[in-house]
């Protein structure tokens, strides 16, 4: 009987697959991994993501189980890449309620989302929302300071009856600049530059931008007091830790004045900060001891995720399940060098594919790795569980997901980003490692649409991807050295390798697709 089964298994399995999806025949591996990317994306789109989170119920809303009741009392504010989309939403499901609002958001938003017919995401004409502008280059500058006084002016006037919505997503720190009087944008960037260049930790660079901020670490929740404050966030941070998502502005996270001068002596800065910075940091206490003092205000928010890096893969895991792969979600989290990263992936991809069981250096190399990539063991472990079941058990093609923001060491000057970086050597790592008819095939790209300076958002590479190179002399060392993986995919005539999504209006990092097909199973 178990020899029956052991040759039943998979050809049933895949002969009901087929049945049951007749696109999984047909459609390539390659096409596979782009349609599992696309609906990770789709999972995070801003008004898709609002319209999850609010349920309307007559004449009160319901958030995150909380439920708020609505007498025309609702005013919303918002600030980052997405949150033009996010507000649209908001005001179909809200708008007769909504009294007025204010969105900073980035610069030339407006006539690129008509341009690529996504008008859905634009606020309606006679909307009650003000939309501002600024930040070009992803800085802050004067334009978004100004949409940051505004959102000030508009929270500062709120009443106990008010309900305050206040939409975040990535890009939402340099939508916000407020520095406390009177210290100037200009004085407050250059101090974060000078601290990021003594090699100060991103905490530290944290506790600094919040001290010297009106509305970032909590501000913006203080400001709003004694409105009932709501966050709709949409992460791009690993983790999603609120505090950290565009410098926290409704999470109350004090930071000492104190605290900053030992952080300054700590790196020799302190005597060559700008006046305007020791004057406010010779103030004793916390922050807010002077904004609304007679309130007896903390400041508390509901603070949501509504959109993140987990929920991108959770879609995108139930789309490769109809794709006809066992998934599995390694991790949200992978980080650290794309080199460490590709290596990572390159072991599980030969861990996968071995037909026999692999050889316990892999796995044991897998685990060292692990560590140094943001990557727990148990995970790990988990997904290994997985991809040997998938071999041993005859289960047939399996997809691995993860998600994160690896770094890239940057030598040269070439074109591309760490998505198409990574979809490379992952390429190398993989060189010789090839299933019939096709893979195993691995995707790389940004949520956001865009790798580095160019409009692809990723690649996606297998094992011949070396025999390619060499076949048309393109020297993959040479390009790795000058970072110019996408000048590197722009020449191969093969076959189309770059991930070019288009305008996404979303982000929550990046995705990677790991596709291992089913390996034939020899009967005697």
Not at 19 to 34: E, G, V, Y
Not at 63 to 71: E, H, V, Y
Not at 141 to 166: G, H, M, Y
Not at 413 to 427: D, T
Request: aromatic share 4%; hydrophobic share 40%; glycine share 10%.
């Amino acid at each position: 009987m178990a020899h029956i089964l052991s040759v039943f298994r998979p050809q049933s399995f895949l002969a009901l697959l087929g049945r049951r999806n007749p696109t999984f025949h047909k459609m390539s591996m390659d096409s596979r991994a782009r349609e599992i990317f696309r609906a990770a994306v789709e999972a995070v789109q801003p008004d898709r993501v609002v319209r999850q989170s609010l349920e309307r119920k007559n004449d009160s809303v319901i958030i995150d189980g909380c439920t708020f009741t609505l007498r025309h009392n609702l005013h919303l504010v918002g600030f980052g890449k997405a949150v033009l989309g996010m507000a649209a939403e908001v005001e179909r499901i809200l708008g007769d309620h909504l009294i007025n609002g204010v969105i900073s958001v980035p610069h030339g938003i407006q006539q690129t989302l008509q341009q690529h017919g996504k008008s859905h995401l634009l606020l309606k004409k006679d909307s009650r929302i003000k939309v501002m502008e600024g930040a070009k280059h992803n800085l802050p500058d004067e334009d978004s300071q100004k949409a940051a006084e505004e959102i000030k002016l508009l929270t500062s006037e709120l009443s106990e009856k008010d309900l305050l919505l206040v939409l975040i997503s990535g890009g939402g720190s340099a939508l916000l600049p407020a520095p406390i009087p009177p210290i100037s944008l200009h004085e407050k960037l250059n101090v974060t530059r000078r601290f990021a260049a003594a090699g100060a930790t991103i905490q530290e660079l944290n506790k600094v931008r919040r001290t010297l901020s009106l509305l970032k670490g909590g501000g913006l929740a203080h400001h709003a007091h004694p409105a009932q404050v709501v966050s709709l966030i949409l992460s791009d941070v690993i983790g999603d830790p609120l505090d950290l998502i565009a410098s926290g502005p409704t999470v109350t996270c004090e930071v000492w004045p104190e605290e900053v001068l030992s952080i300054l002596d700590r790196y020799k800065l302190l005597n060559s900060m700008p006046a305007s910075v020791r004057k406010v940091l010779a103030k004793q206490g916390p922050r807010w001891k002077d904004i609304k003092e007679d309130s007896g205000s903390t400041g508390e928010a509901l603070n949501v995720v509504i959109g993140s890096n987990t929920i991108a893969l959770t879609c995108a895991g139930q789309r490769a399940q109809e794709l006809g792969f066992r998934s599995v979600v390694l991790s949200p989290g992978v980080c650290g060098d794309v080199r460490l990263v590709s290596r990572l992936y390159g072991l599980l991809a030969r861990f996968a594919c071995s037909r026999e069981e692999p050889s316990p250096e892999i796995a044991a190399e897998v685990l060292r790795l692990g560590p140094e990539v943001g990557v727990e063991s148990w995970d790990l472990c988990r997904t290994m569980q997985v991809l040997g079941e998938g071999r041993n058990e005859g289960w047939g093609a399996r997809c691995l997901l993860a998600g994160g923001e690896p770094t890239v060491e940057l030598t040269g000057k070439g074109r591309g980003g760490r998505n198409q970086e990574l979809a490379l050597r992952v390429g190398m790592e993989m060189r010789g490692l090839e299933l019939p008819p096709q893979g195993p095939v691995f995707l790389s790209g940004g949520t956001d649409g865009q790798d580095g300076p160019t409009e692809a958002a990723g690649a996606v590479t297998d094992g011949g991807l070396y025999d390619e190179a060499q076949a048309q002399g393109l020297d993959i060392n040479s390009v790795l050295s000058d970072n110019d993986s996408y000048t590197f995919f722009s020449r191969l005539s093969a076959a189309q390798r770059l991930l070019v999504p288009g305008l996404t209006c979303t982000n929550v990092m990046d995705v990677h697709v790991l596709l291992i097909p089913a390996i034939p199973i020899e009967i005697s």
